[in-house]
């Protein structure tokens, strides 16, 4: 049983990798397509290690807007931290195991880790998937810039549309309850109505305004009406 809960990580660890290499890639080209400096996407994988914060920062960078993009990258990595309270003992107690392993925190590590319910299993987990997940990331830029690097018309390969198509692939795992997907719907249709009006960046931040639908008060059930006495 054990033997085979371990081919199954394994697996599925190939899987993820695998994936990750192919947005890590799209990550780069677009980098390079964006005209930013070569050295911006191997660094940004390198010290932030942030997948969708990363997207969402270099479309920031090119439009010109390096304020917005450090504030839009604090904001949606700030999920961080209850993610660090729920699974920090898989990282381990010692301090340089836990500053490296806050280093290779993502939503997929925590995912991975969470459905662990034996704590060595979860430390095994956090790590093969953590470490997985950043050297294939890593991987991926490289061979993006490369791509990007190569190709002398990087609009031909429709890398415009990969941004928002990867940003999108990363976020739909967490729209599988209806308030998620108000919040997010909401957030959307400001940041449409916005951008017109706006500098580059500020609609993504007024998309923020989404989270007021949780403040909605929830409606109470109907009370069945009181039975006729005789």
Same mark, same amino acid.
């Given at each position: 049983?054990?033997?085979?809960? @371990?081919?199954? #990580? &394994?697996?599925? !660890?190939?899987?993820? *990798? =695998?994936?990750?290499?192919?947005?890590?890639?799209?990550?780069?080209?677009?980098?390079? !397509?964006? *005209?930013?400096?070569?050295? #911006?996407p191997f =660094?940004?994988?390198?010290?932030?290690?942030?997948? $969708?914060?990363?997207?969402?920062?270099?479309?920031?960078?090119?439009? $010109?807007?390096?304020? =917005?993009?450090?504030?839009? *990258?604090?904001?949606?990595?700030?999920?961080?931290?209850?993610? *660090?309270?729920?699974?920090?003992?898989?990282? $381990?107690?010692?301090?340089?195991?836990?500053?490296?392993?806050?280093?290779?925190?993502?939503?997929?590590?925590?995912?991975?880790?969470?459905?662990?319910?034996?704590?060595? +299993? @979860? @430390?095994?987990?956090?790590?093969?998937?953590?470490?997985?997940?950043?050297?294939?990331?890593?991987?991926?830029?490289? %061979?993006?810039? #490369? #791509?990007?690097?190569?190709?002398?018309?990087?609009?031909?390969?429709?890398?415009?549309?990969?941004?928002?198509?990867?940003?999108? =692939? %990363?976020?739909?795992?967490?729209?599988?309850?209806?308030?998620?997907?108000?919040?997010?719907l909401t $957030?959307?249709?400001?940041?449409?109505?916005?951008?017109?009006?706006?500098?580059?960046? %500020?609609?993504?931040?007024?998309? &923020? &305004?989404?989270?007021?639908?949780?403040? +909605?008060?929830?409606?109470?059930? !109907?009370?069945?009406?009181?039975? %006729?006495?005789?």
């Amino acid at each position: 049983m054990r033997t085979l809960q @371990r081919t199954t #990580l &394994l697996r599925d !660890a190939a899987a993820i *990798g =695998a994936a990750m290499i192919a947005v890590g890639a799209s990550f780069g080209a677009i980098t390079i !397509a964006y *005209g930013l400096p070569t050295w #911006l996407p191997f =660094a940004m994988s390198t010290v932030v290690f942030a997948g $969708g914060s990363q997207f969402l920062a270099v479309g920031l960078f090119a439009a $010109g807007n390096p304020l =917005a993009a450090v504030l839009a *990258g604090l904001l949606l990595n700030a999920r961080h931290l209850p993610f *660090g309270m729920a699974i920090g003992t898989a990282m $381990g107690t010692r301090r340089r195991d836990r500053l490296i392993g806050s280093h290779v925190m993502t939503d997929e590590v925590v995912a991975f880790t969470l459905a662990e319910k034996d704590p060595a +299993r @979860r @430390r095994h987990t956090y790590w093969l998937i953590g470490i997985t997940l950043f050297t294939s990331w890593n991987i991926g830029t490289a %061979l993006g810039v #490369l #791509l990007g690097g190569a190709v002398s018309d990087t609009d031909a390969l429709g890398l415009d549309a990969a941004f928002p198509a990867a940003l999108i =692939a %990363l976020i739909l795992p967490s729209l599988k309850d209806r308030p998620t997907r108000l919040v997010a719907l909401t $957030g959307a249709v400001i940041a449409v109505a916005l951008t017109p009006v706006l500098p580059a960046g %500020l609609p993504i931040l007024c998309a &923020l &305004l989404g989270l007021l639908t949780l403040l +909605r008060r929830p409606t109470r059930p !109907a009370e069945p009406a009181e039975e %006729l006495r005789c």
